[in-house]
Structure formats: structure tokens, C-alpha cells
């Protein structure tokens, strides 16, 4: 199993902004994944970060808009870049260290 | 990954059995079924996988027919901590990360 923390739990931000969403994990793992759950939607992935290289980005999420950091095994962060409010969404983090993902609790962030 | 179908929304009794459906026709041979929940304002749970025989733990049992392209997800007696968004995901190899969600199924377990 694995225990995520994610700071902040929410946030309401200006637009024109950016907002750095960390990750911490209790455990090393090798990847760990970013999804987005804008509202009322499911969720859907941004990103898969490894430590040691660059971000893989999914279609549709660039590094411009959503960079992210990967210093070591147990921890990651996202930067939501020059926010506007078609970014209010549900952030969350996620690792699979055997065959089950884990899901931190979601950082929830209001642009305005 | 195979894409799934579930029905948008079901309703249980407290204490019956919720069965959750979902079709996965285009599943391949090395691809799992895997559900997740997510409870209101919460990250999702893992709650199950399975391959190609049924599943039980402590929270559902799984069914796969044996064509594999549909499951159902049985929670024994549902109770109304159970109401949630059910989510039904076929992915496999080394993809257990890079999960595609569908809409799900809304299930309301009323008192």
C-alpha cells in the first residue's frame, strides 16, 4: 500500500497565476501520475513523472502550461502555470507501487 | 487500453446486494479489469481486479464472464457508505498507472 499527502488541500488563486501542487509519498515508487477532475467530469491524466528524466505529458498537457518535478522517489510536484478559470479543477496525484493505484486526496483549485 | 461501458447511474437498498455492470467487448488477453470508487470530494479507492477468473476480497467479489468482455462488480450488502462513482478500468502490462476513467456508474444506496 502506499499513504499520499498532497499540499495544498485547496485553493483559490487570481488568474494570471501559478500554483505549485506537492505530492509526497510514504514509500519510494518509480512513477508517479498526475490526473485532473475538472467538475462534474471523470478524471483525466496529465502526466506521468519519473525521477531522473522529464515528464511524460498526455495528449492535450503540455510542459509550458503543467511543469513538473520529480527530485527523488517519494516526492513530485505540479505547477499549474498562468492559471485561468478554466483551470478550476480537482488535482490529484497517484503511484502504483505493486498492481493497485493510490489516489492522494486532490487538491482542489478555484481560479477567479 | 480497451474501452468500458456502465450504466450512468443505479440505485440499491441498504443491506441488499449492489451488482454493477460493465462491458469491456474489445478487453485483450493480457489486460485486467480493475475497479476503483471515488466517494464524494475524495480520491479514488482501489476496490478489485481480476483477469479472467472471479475475484473476492473484503470489500466486493467480481464476476468476468468467460469471453471476458463484461464483469460485474457485486458488493454483498451495500450500506450508504458505499454510495459512490463506480469506476470500471481494463488496462494491463505496464500500464497500471496511466488509467483511462469513463463516466462510471453513480450508485445511490438509499436508507
Known amino acids: 500500500s502506499a499513504v499520499i499527502s498532497q499540499k495544498p488541500s485547496r485553493d483559490i488563486c487570481q488568474r494570471g497565476t501559478s500554483l505549485t501542487i506537492q505530492c509526497q509519498v510514504d514509500s519510494q515508487v518509480t512513477m508517479m501520475f498526475w490526473y485532473r477532475q475538472q467538475p462534474g467530469q471523470s478524471l483525466t491524466l496529465i502526466a506521468t513523472?519519473?525521477?531522473?528524466?522529464?515528464?511524460?505529458?498526455e495528449s492535450g498537457f503540455v510542459i509550458d502550461k503543467f511543469p513538473i518535478s520529480r527530485p527523488n522517489l517519494t516526492f513530485s510536484t505540479l505547477t499549474v502555470s498562468n492559471m485561468s478559470p478554466e483551470d478550476s479543477s480537482i488535482y490529484l496525484c497517484s503511484v502504483v507501487p505493486g498492481t493497485e493505484a493510490f489516489f492522494g486526496q486532490g487538491t482542489r483549485l478555484t481560479v477567479v | 487500453d480497451a474501452k468500458t461501458t456502465q450504466p450512468t447511474s443505479m440505485d440499491c437498498a441498504e443491506g441488499r446486494a449492489a451488482n454493477l455492470p460493465c462491458n469491456h467487448s474489445?478487453?485483450?488477453?493480457?489486460?485486467?479489469v480493475y475497479w476503483y470508487r471515488q466517494i464524494h470530494s475524495q480520491g479514488p479507492q482501489y476496490i478489485i481486479h481480476?483477469?479472467?477468473n472471479n475475484e473476492t476480497n473484503e470489500m466486493a467479489s467480481l464476476i468476468i464472464t468467460e469471453d471476458r468482455k463484461s464483469s460485474t462488480l457485486i458488493l454483498p450488502h451495500a450500506t450508504l457508505r458505499d454510495t459512490a462513482v463506480y469506476y470500471c478500468i481494463v488496462t494491463g502490462g505496464t500500464s497500471y498507472g496511466k488509467l483511462t476513467f469513463g463516466q462510471g456508474t453513480i450508485l445511490t444506496v438509499h436508507p
Open positions: 481480476g483477469l479472467k
Open positions: 474489445t478487453i485483450s488477453g493480457n489486460e485486467y
Open positions: 513523472a519519473n525521477q531522473g528524466s522529464e515528464a511524460t505529458y
